[in-house]
């Protein structure tokens, strides 16, 4: 492993200038150059028909002539007729992940974000050289790409001896460059993680958290919507026993810290889908196991605790219902850990109304917290406001007691362990001061979040139940 120190922030292209270059040429979404030579390599053997068949001078002679001018082969055919996937396609089969976003779709997007669709490797070091200056941070590279690119790796903890062994968490983002979304969602989480937020301090303390947030610099910089370098698709290696440079770093990562006191509990992958929804992944039990499938939805609901509103429930999107695939990053980690790594990938919204990325960040991080056990800390969530917290607890007799800052429309909302909406306590304008609701009769026994929402401010704390 190796620092930061030293590398260049000049956009590299070990072939040449982006600006040089520009983006490349696609004639459609699928044809690309490899293609065309696979043509050209049918069209010589066509060529050699031609004189066994002039000796013929029949129709057959004419009409092979003209299909061998007029018709591609067979399988480049196949591959121009790649469009943009129906909306509920099925999700983890086929050759074209439905998820991702054709080249087409991706290269106007590329018009209108600007080069690297926003956001370039040089753009990267230039954040690392700050993220390296936070007490928590720690930069190393786990490998390099195709064209020597680092592959560069956070490590955020407490800097402090810690009171328990710690937790390991791993995220990586931008496989895909064109969903330049997923980098945004990685940032803020950084952002999050490395802020003097009490929450934040909370999940240093107990987790650590391994975050690429560019896995394939090469695409990114080439302009390559969905491949790296040598146009593969890297989320679709890891079946292959010599796959490319960055799988092959990232699946060497993995395997290190599984076989290290502190193997990954959890693992994300993070992408954004055409869609148009924040949504993750569900892997149904047919392709997993009974007991992972209900931790899959135990681990949503906890995230959905945060924002239930911009977070579809578990079952949005379910995959893997006819068995495991083989070539995904989290088919990897069930064929080899089963049920031990909680591995997801998370989409955001790959559209015009994406945005809210730093509360996606918060609402993911404080769901992985609960999920893998971190204490609750008591305290306002950072929103931007004026610092005029919300507080909100349970009394010995069941009920709610919150206390308004000031006169909003305020909504008071209790959900179950898997993130649904069971009752709705408040809904309207309410003056500034204290308060108190009642939690319905009919609810069973257990354990709920409590999400009190005012304006702009949001509080949760969790209220016990026993009948």
Not at 170 to 175: D, L
Not at 333 to 351: I, S
Not at 358 to 371: H, N
Request: net charge neutral; proline share 7%.
């Amino acid at each position: 492993m190796s620092g930061a120190t030293g590398m260049s922030n000049r956009r590299e292209n070990s072939v040449g200038s982006l600006t040089e270059r520009g983006p490349p040429l696609m004639l459609n979404p699928g044809y690309s150059f490899r293609h065309r030579l696979s043509f050209a390599n049918h069209f010589a053997e066509y060529i050699c028909l031609l004189p066994y068949l002039c000796r013929m001078r029949t129709p057959l002679f004419y009409a092979a002539l003209l299909c061998c001018l007029l018709l591609p082969p067979r399988s480049a055919m196949a591959q121009t007729s790649i469009s943009q996937p129906a909306a509920d396609a099925p999700c983890g089969g086929g050759a074209h992940d439905p998820h991702g976003l054709t080249e087409q779709y991706s290269q106007a997007l590329l018009a209108t974000l600007g080069s690297n669709w926003g956001y370039g490797y040089s753009d990267l070091l230039n954040d690392l050289a700050a993220w390296r200056g936070s007490p928590y941070v720690r930069v190393d590279s786990i490998g390099r790409s195709v064209q020597g690119r680092a592959l560069w790796q956070l490590t955020i903890t407490s800097a402090t001896l810690p009171t328990a062994p710690r937790q390991t968490v791993f995220i990586h983002a931008r496989t895909h460059p064109g969903e330049v979304q997923s980098w945004w969602v990685a940032n803020q989480m950084i952002r999050y993680l490395i802020s003097d937020d009490e929450r934040a301090a909370a999940l240093r303390e107990r987790l650590v958290f391994h975050i690429v947030p560019m896995y394939n610099p090469d695409g990114v910089e080439l302009q390559y919507p969905r491949e790296n370098a040598n146009q593969i698709d890297l989320e679709r290696e890891w079946d292959k026993p010599n796959p490319q440079p960055e799988p092959a770093a990232l699946k060497a990562r993995f395997t290190e810290l599984m076989n290290s006191p502190a193997p990954i509990k959890l693992a994300l992958n993070l992408h954004s889908a055409y869609l148009c929804e924040r949504y993750f992944v569900y892997h149904d039990q047919n392709g997993t196991s009974r007991e992972f499938a209900r931790s899959q939805q135990l681990f949503i609901g906890k995230v959905r605790s945060f924002w239930p509103e911009g977070i579809q429930p578990w079952d949005y999107y379910r995959s893997w219902d006819t068995g495991t695939p083989r070539v995904f990053p989290e088919s990897w980690h069930w064929l080899n850990y089963g049920p031990a790594v909680m591995a997801m990938t998370y989409e955001d919204m790959n559209c015009d109304q994406a945005g809210s990325y730093d509360q996606t960040a918060r609402a993911i991080l404080q769901g992985v917290g609960e999920y893998l056990g971190v204490p609750v800390v008591s305290g306002a969530e950072p929103d931007g406001s004026d610092g005029v917290g919300l507080t909100v607890q349970q009394s010995s007799d069941g009920t709610i007691h919150y206390h308004l800052p000031k006169m909003e429309q305020t909504r008071l909302l209790l959900f179950d362990l898997l993130g649904r909406e069971v009752a709705q306590l408040v809904d309207g304008e309410l003056p500034a001061g204290n308060h108190i609701a009642q939690l319905p009769g009919n609810l069973p026994s257990g354990r709920y979040r409590c999400q009190l929402r005012s304006g702009n401010l949001a509080r949760s704390a969790w209220v016990v139940v026993v009948r």
